[in-house]
């Protein structure tokens, strides 16, 4: 990336507008979007980049309202509930797009269950879009069986990785944009301060 293009997308990061560069625009597509350990106060910008991109598909690798630490804050369920409702509701009323999650740790399925109307969830799994093979589930889960992408959260390692018959996304360390027709990836930054609404701002390697 360029000097010009990194300075406007860190300025468009502190004012929390998503910067997409001219060649994700003029990918071909379909887009694949793939997020992550996603805090209620990213949310609204989650909205703006789905606005932006205008992928075709979805995944959400879990803890969905990632600032509520339902695993080991169970007394917040009422916040986490209200807060996974406006979310998922804002998602599926701003796309057509075909939409997965696969729970969190912090997440509850049957209540994610009972919110989606359009969105899929799922524990974990393989699922096939456009003819490639995807691993999605929550934390990272090591195979020598696979062949395809893992997409996956819940820790900042393993980073981003190439094997010989897998590629692995972190959607916890980035957003990751594939474009399916040519399997370019690009991944976009959360805006700063995630970590710190996620409880992670001295990057521990998962919570």
């Known amino acids: 990336m360029k000097i010009y293009e990194k300075m406007k997308q860190y300025i468009q990061l502190l004012i929390e507008k998503p910067y997409i560069s001219q060649e994700i625009q003029d990918s071909k597509g379909p887009l694949l979007l793939h997020i992550s350990d996603t805090p209620e106060e990213i949310h609204s910008y989650i909205i703006r980049c789905i606005h932006a991109l205008r992928p075709t598909y979805i995944i959400h690798t879990g803890d969905i309202v990632d600032n509520i630490k339902l695993e080991i804050?169970?007394?917040?369920?009422?916040?986490?509930?209200?807060?996974?409702?406006?979310?998922?509701?804002?998602?599926?009323?701003?796309?057509?797009?075909?939409?997965?999650?696969?729970?969190?740790?912090?997440?509850?399925?049957?209540?994610?269950?009972?919110?989606?109307?359009?969105?899929?969830?799922?524990?974990?799994?393989?699922?096939?879009?456009?003819?490639?093979?995807?691993?999605?589930?929550?934390?990272?889960?090591?195979?020598?069986?696979?062949?395809?992408?893992?997409?996956?959260?819940?820790?900042?390692?393993?980073?981003?990785?190439?094997?010989?018959?897998?590629?692995?996304?972190?959607?916890?360390?980035?957003?990751?944009?594939?474009?399916?027709?040519?399997?370019?990836?690009?991944?976009?930054?959360?805006?700063?301060a995630t970590n710190t609404f996620r409880k992670m701002e001295n990057r521990r390697i998962s919570l």
Not at 132 to 151: A, D, K, M, P, T
Not at 154 to 161: I, V
């Open 73 to 192: 804050a169970p007394h917040e369920l009422g916040d986490y509930k209200k807060e996974l409702y406006k979310f998922i509701k804002k998602l599926e009323g701003v796309t057509d797009a075909t939409i997965y999650y696969a729970i969190g740790n912090h997440d509850l399925y049957e209540e994610v269950r009972r919110v989606a109307e359009k969105g899929i969830p799922l524990k974990e799994g393989s699922i096939m879009i456009e003819g490639l093979n995807f691993y999605i589930s929550h934390y990272h889960v090591e195979s020598s069986q696979r062949v395809g992408y893992h997409l996956f959260g819940h820790s900042f390692e393993p980073h981003h990785y190439q094997l010989e018959d897998e590629i692995g996304l972190n959607g916890l360390n980035s957003m990751n944009i594939i474009d399916l027709s040519t399997e370019k990836i690009y991944h976009l930054p959360y805006p700063i």
